[in-house]
Structure formats: structure tokens, C-alpha cells
């Protein structure tokens, strides 16, 4: 007994260790990233990114742009650019994608691409850093919000790899995810941690490894889907001041004429967000047949299920109003950003300053 509780206490230990360690990593690709913008805004592709846009447009008709460059022995040689493909639907304005990032630098794609390599080093150290803490407690991961905190980040980056590996444009993904885990993770070890327990009579119940476990795994993709329409509706305005012939100020068209097209972002969103709905509503009701088995009712108007059920009507307006052709584009994209907030009241502001059966596991 007194040899298990060691055990278990150095892997507690190291599971602590681990989750630092991710955090250190994390940090590293963060300036990476953050220096493959800053190379991609000194780029010749950044700086003349909107002009291209318009010679492309202008040369739709011969599928090409033309772009002279000056060569080193005097005078100049034409070069066909391509047409770029753009991703816009009916009624959208004819934008192409941006060039990412870096730019067309190529030291900022060399950051870029270690930016990356930096963030799926941190997620294999942080997913092991939470099974270690699984094996500390020998339970599932997440019976308290540090617990739970620790497994969404991880399930948040875990997605954007995973777009990554399926060659998915979503790079642009890569700052601001990494930024919000630091934070995730700073608020996690300094506020909300809580040594390792075993849980609540009510919680032993493999329903806690199919409930809880898409509620995370929802949560994570909703949340790509909120950076997605904030991004959005930034890009979107941008594009509408330049079609409008406005002059954006230098660090707005040095940051988002590298984005995706406004069109591109809106459908990612929508998509991402549709995708991961169904899977939302399988989690109320496997939550609804847990509380049958623990407490003996399938509903009881705890703040819990009020707000996981306010979260999947928000989400459902959402996607009712994306069919529908008057709540397209800006209405429905902040109607997509309050039920995301919706969601993230039901995570932090019930579980912390709401009292409910939910309340057991404390912070």
C-alpha cells in the first residue's frame, strides 16, 4: 500500500514536470512563430501581396499576371504568375487566399516550419504529461478543471496537427493557438491547480470517459472554429475597405493580406463548427443518461445543463442561420462567437462561480 502510494505520488511528480516542460516548448514556438510574421511582413511577396491581387483580377481572363523583375545585368524579365484559385462562394467578392505567414520568405517559412515542429514536441509532452497524471490517479484525466484544462489544451493542439497532417491550409492557425494555451496552461498550474484525488462516489462511471471526453474533444474544435470566425471577420473587413478604396493602416494589410480570403476563414468556420455539432448533442444526452445512473433523474435544471443546453441552441442558430441567405458572412459569424461564448461560460464561469451538482469536483 505504502509502496503504491509512491508510485503514484512520482508519477503525480512527474506528470507536473511534464506539463512545464510542455509549457517551455510551447513558449519556443511561440517566438518562432511570431518570427515568421515578422520576416513575412518584410517579405517583397507581403509587401506587394495586394497588387498581385489586383493584376490578378485584372488578367482573370488570361489566367496569368505578369510581373517584372529587374536582373542583375540590367533590364528586365517577365515572369507569369499564376492565377490563384479562390474558395469564395456565390455573392462573395473574388478574393484569393493569402500568402500565408512567412509571406513568401523563405526564412520565415524555415521559422515556420520549426514553429511547428516546436508545437507537436510540446503536444507529445503534454499529452504525456496528462496520461502520466491519468496513471498518478489510475482514473480519467479530467475529474477537476486543472485536470480538465490540461486535456482541452492538449485535444485543441492535437487538432490542429492533425489538419496539418491531412495537408490542410492552417498554418495561420498556429500563433494564436499557441497563445491561448500558454494562457490555458498558466491559468491551469497557478490557479486552478488541485493535487491528484480520486473522485466522487458519482463519478465512477465509464460514462466519465464518453461524456466528458467529447465534451473536450467539442470544445477544442469549437474553439478552432471561434479563432477561425475572429479572423473573419478582421479579413473582412479589411477586403470591404479595400473594395470600398480605402487605405487599411501598414500593420493591418501587413497582417491580414497573408491571411486566408475572408470566404476561405468563413466556410473553415462553418464547417468545422457543423462538423463537430452532432457530436455536441450525442454529449447532453450521454450526459442526461449519467445523471439517470448518479442521481436518479435525467434532467434537473442544474446551471450545468442549462448552459450546455443555451450552448447547443446558440450553436443551432448558428448553423440554421448559415442556411439561411440573409444571415450569411458578419450576423451569423458573431452569432457563431456568442454561442463560443456560451461554451465558454459553461466551462469556466459555472464551473467556478455557480453552485450545481456540477460543483463537486471544485477547481
Known sequence: ?????????????????????AMAVYLLAFFAHMAEWILGSRSKVARTAAAL???????????????QVAKKGGGTAVLERPKVVT???????????????????AKGDLYGRIAVSFTVLAFLVEFSGVLTRALSVQRAPWGNMYEFNLT????????????????????WLGLPLVTSVLLDLGLAVTVLYTASDQLVPALHSYWLWIHVSTAIFCGAVFYVGAVATILYLFRDRYEAKLAEG?????????????LPAAASLDKFAYRVNAAVFPLWTFTIIAGAIWAGDAWGRYWGWDPKEVWSFITWVAYA?????????????????????????CWLFNYYGVNIFVNGKHSYAGV
Not at 483580377?57 to 488570361?62: I, K, Y
Not at 482541452?152 to 498554418?171: D, E
Open 87 to 105: 474558395r469564395s462562394s456565390s455573392g462573395n467578392r473574388d478574393v484569393p487566399d493569402g500568402p500565408g505567414a512567412a509571406g513568401g520568405d
Open 53 to 67: 491581387t489586383a493584376d490578378a483580377s485584372s488578367a482573370a481572363d488570361s489566367g496569368t499576371v505578369k510581373v
Open 246 to 258: 480605402g487605405k487599411p493602416g501598414n500593420f493591418a494589410t501587413s497582417v491580414l493580406e497573408r
Open 317 to 341: 442558430c448558428y448553423l440554421h442561420a448559415r442556411a439561411t441567405a440573409g444571415w450569411k458572412g458578419r450576423k451569423a459569424a458573431t452569432l457563431a462567437l456568442l454561442a463560443f461564448g
Open 1 to 21: 500500500m505504502i509502496l503504491a502510494a509512491t508510485t503514484n505520488e512520482s508519477l503525480a511528480h512527474t506528470s507536473n514536470y511534464l506539463i512545464y516542460s
Open 152 to 171: 482541452f489544451s492538449t485535444v485543441a493542439v492535437g487538432v490542429y496537427v492533425t489538419l496539418l497532417a491531412l495537408k490542410k491550409n492552417v498554418r
